[in-house]
């Protein structure tokens, strides 16, 4: 209990810096949201009308909802130059704090990511998929956005587990793996005749 509560305090002394980089997090996020939900928006709902490009729109899904629990801010686009997770890790381990709470912080901070994302970009992709809105009713798009969440939080754990294991740049390499991985998946599900 000790430890949810020691990060839940490390969350909050976050959003009590700058306000103007929490607002141009937001706004980031909004943006990168928004392109993300209505690209995959399009493709989704031409599958749905036409059947087409399946393996298109699975691989979107496979590779974008993965990053639903991450946070869109300038310090995490500019990691590769940086290397800002080593830095982040490298300051958070001098810190008396234990390994538990810091994994802990990090778990509620993809919770968080995932409930802002996940709502933008399965609410652009409902707003603009006439097929969707066709083909489910609301209590089975949610239904749908929360299976898709759920397999967001499984390969999140993955990335987080790399994230503190690896360097900046190995985690972008493994990063590309997964996203291999996932192109590999949607080619083999569509091999097969099937759709997810």
């Not at 490009?53 to 130059?81: C, E, H, N, Q, V």
């Not at 754990?157 to 997964?178: D, N, P, R």
Request: hydrophobic share 50%; proline share 2%; aromatic share 16%.
């Amino acid at each position: 209990m000790r430890t949810l509560k020691d990060s839940w305090f490390m969350l909050r002394s976050d959003f009590r810096g700058d306000k103007l980089k929490i607002l141009g997090t937001l706004v980031i996020t909004v943006v990168f949201m928004s392109y993300l939900g209505g690209l995959t928006s399009l493709i989704a709902n031409d599958v749905l009308g036409e059947q087409d490009r399946t393996m298109l729109a699975d691989f979107l899904f496979l590779s974008f909802i993965p990053l639903l629990g991450l946070t869109f801010s300038r310090r995490s686009m500019k990691y590769w130059s940086e290397d800002s997770y080593t830095k982040m890790l490298v300051y958070l381990r001098t810190l008396p704090i234990p390994a538990a709470v810091i994994l802990s912080r990090r778990k509620l901070q993809g919770v968080g990511s995932f409930t802002l994302n996940g709502t933008l970009f399965f609410g652009i992709i409902y707003l603009l998929g006439e097929n969707f809105r066709t083909e489910l009713a609301v209590p089975s798009y949610i239904a749908f956005a929360i299976t898709w969440l759920g397999f967001g939080f499984m390969v999140s754990g993955l990335y987080i587990f790399i994230e503190y294991l690896f360097s900046g740049k190995a985690y972008l390499w493994l990063t590309l793996l997964i996203v291999v991985l996932s192109w590999a998946t949607s080619f083999l599900v569509t091999l097969g005749g099937g759709s997810l």
